[in-house]
């Protein structure tokens, strides 16, 4: 059965810093891209940030760049998101998603993912 399972999320103030880890088990994804996405309470899910299957290439959506940083490690099946200067904007349910194809580019729309975890809840207060 494969799994992704998400952790590290938490409540914390503004500007401060959580890093997530989502663990994949079941298969190996390293040679697939890896992305996070969140979703806000009322509002659809949204991609954040995605890594390539090689660790060489990264994506950002623009509200988070250079604030966060994603990054995996293929022998663990591990991808890391570091989040830092956390705003209240940033609080949703945190989701890590694999792409099914192999050595592909990119993709950062969620339907693009087949396989999700359960999610990280993160509340950044004001």
């Known amino acids: 059965q494969v799994q992704l399972v998400e952790s590290g999320g938490g409540l914390v103030q503004a500007g401060d810093s959580l890093r997530l880890s989502c663990a994949a088990s079941g298969r190996t994804f390293r040679s697939n891209t890896m992305g996070w996405f969140r979703q806000a309470p009322g509002k659809e899910r949204e991609f954040v940030a995605a890594?390539?299957?090689?660790?060489?290439?990264?994506y950002y959506t623009d509200s988070v760049k250079g604030r966060f940083t994603i990054s995996r490690d293929t022998a663990k099946n591990t991808v890391d998101l570091q989040m830092n200067s956390l705003k209240p904007e940033d609080t949703a349910d945190y989701y890590c998603?694999?792409?099914?194809?192999?050595?592909?580019?990119?993709?950062?729309?969620?339907?693009?993912?087949?396989?999700w975890g359960q999610g990280a809840q993160v509340t950044v207060s004001s």
């Open positions: 998603a694999a792409d099914p194809s192999p050595y592909g580019n990119i993709r950062a729309s969620p339907i693009a993912h087949n396989y």
């Open positions: 890594i390539n299957w090689s660790g060489g290439s990264t």
